[in-house]
């Protein structure tokens, strides 16, 4: 008995209609990228180990999908590593390539590779898959899409302050009723980190109270607790994790916390200057939060973090982001700054399907079907098949000439709105019968009007 055919969890296929839901999306996204000025690319599915490797911590690099090496270069494989117990030096010897786990760490890469045909700032957009090892949930896959917008070669707080607005314009654009930008800054982190006493550990830190939200209060000082912080330390942080109030209450807070510390204090005068500058241009319907314990534990954010969720929604954030003034350093660019947001599409599409937010025109595939009566009927419609779709409507005739029961399932099953009826009596007077599939209204229309009827 043969086996039944199956898909790798974290994994999904796109039937139609889900990839015409999909391809909406992204043709907003697509708009509004170019709206601010953003250009595409495109990098290829799997990098080299090394571009990748070292650049997520230890958590990220975890969850790298490896390419097994093959052919001959299989024999070169460190068995002494194996035997020495060194799985990562010998996991590096048996995969030189690796599928690349986001947009951005590839996009330093082409920034330093491609610097000479590139003008600066170089605002790009990406929309591709990625991948990652992780285990598959709600709203987690192990296959997904980006969609990037990142600006290099420049350090203006300007760039953030257009980047809030594009998920701002982009979401409202896709029907979302409600959605919240957080908004942090990683100097305000290392301030906290310097207060704390823990000035050389601060990703460890940050690792442990991004997860906050999901393992509480007394989940992170366990977890604290568990890295040998000290008990100093940890009673120094925590009253951060109840801090409430508006942006400005916050801030004025964090003055004081952090007055001794001067990159934190930076901190916060970058932050004041985004939410200020926001103020200034307004927002359609994104609530800008700052909220002190995001951190979103990735090693290259150095200024602005951003994530963003959706109000009402049982799922995670569904776009983020920050600066990383020193990414393309690592390879062997310094001094180009940059800043960029990914929306996490699949995230995103869940919701809006969750929320029923997608515009019932989108699934609709092809709008007229002309129904089959014969060899004879169907000479006389290829030509009006041929005008409408010359006309850019989309058009078909049913392929046999079988009951006319089974030809309208097809069509209402296919979701197609009208239906053409044209046999041998409605040839002979030049009007042809046209049926709403949605309403089940039918009149006759003149078969030279019949472009018209649809224009």
């Known amino acids: 008995m043969s086996q039944k055919p199956a898909i790798p969890k974290g994994t999904r296929d796109f039937l139609p209609q889900d990839v015409a839901k999909r391809e909406y999306l992204f043709s907003i996204l697509k708009k509004n990228f170019k709206l ?126 257009d980047l809030v607005q594009l998920f701002d314009a982009s979401l409202t654009e896709l029907g979302l009723p409600g959605f919240t930008i957080q908004i942090n800054n990683r100097k305000i ?111 290259y954010y150095t200024g602005a973090i951003f994530e963003v969720k959706a109000d009402g929604v049982k799922m995670g954030s569904i776009c983020g982001g920050g600066r990383y003034d020193d990414l393309t350093g690592l390879f062997g660019m310094k001094g180009m700054s940059g800043v960029g947001i990914s929306f996490g599409a699949d995230r995103i599409y869940d919701v809006l399907n969750e929320l029923n937010l997608f515009p019932d025109e989108v699934t609709r595939g092809t709008e007229i079907m002309f129904a089959n009566f014969g060899e004879k009927e169907v000479d006389f419609i290829l030509p009006l098949i041929q005008k409408l779709r010359l006309k850019g409507i989309s058009s078909e005739v049913y392929p046999a000439n079988v009951k006319m029961q089974k030809q309208m399932k097809y069509a209402n099953d296919k979701g197609i709105q009208f239906v053409i009826l044209a046999g041998e009596s409605e040839i002979s007077s030049s009007k042809l019968q046209i049926k709403n599939m949605t309403t089940g209204d039918q009149q006759d229309v003149a078969v030279d009007e019949i472009i018209n009827f649809f224009n």
């Open 189 to 299: 982190l290392t301030g906290i980190a310097e207060v704390c006493g823990e000035k050389n550990r601060i990703v460890e830190m940050t690792v442990a109270i991004d997860k906050l939200d999901k393992i509480g209060e007394d989940g992170v000082v366990n977890e604290l607790k568990s890295k040998e912080f000290s008990d100093a330390s940890i009673e120094k942080l925590t009253p951060l994790f109840g801090l409430s109030g508006s942006n400005t209450e916050k801030i004025n807070l964090l003055r004081n916390y952090l007055s001794d510390s001067i990159v934190g204090q930076e901190g916060l005068d970058e932050l004041e200057f985004v939410l200020n500058k926001t103020n200034i241009l307004g927002l359609r319907k994104a609530k800008l939060q700052f909220e002190v314990t995001l951190a979103r534990g990735l090693n």
């Open 36 to 161: 601010y000025g953003f250009l595409p690319i495109e990098t290829p599915s799997f990098e080299l180990s090394s571009t990748l490797m070292g650049k997520y911590g230890e958590e990220g690099d975890r969850l790298i999908f490896r390419v097994l090496n093959s052919g001959d270069k299989m024999k070169k494989a460190d068995l002494q590593a194996l035997e020495d117990g060194n799985l990562p030096r010998f996991a590096n010897s048996l995969s030189e390539k690796a599928l690349r786990y986001d947009l951005t760490v590839p996009f330093a890469r082409f920034v330093v590779q491609h610097q000479n045909e590139l003008t600066f700032p170089f605002k790009r957009f990406q929309i591709q898959p990625v991948w990652r090892a992780d285990r598959p949930q709600h709203g987690r896959y192990q296959e997904f899409t980006q969609c990037d917008a990142d600006v290099v070669g420049s350090d203006s707080l300007m760039h953030e302050v």
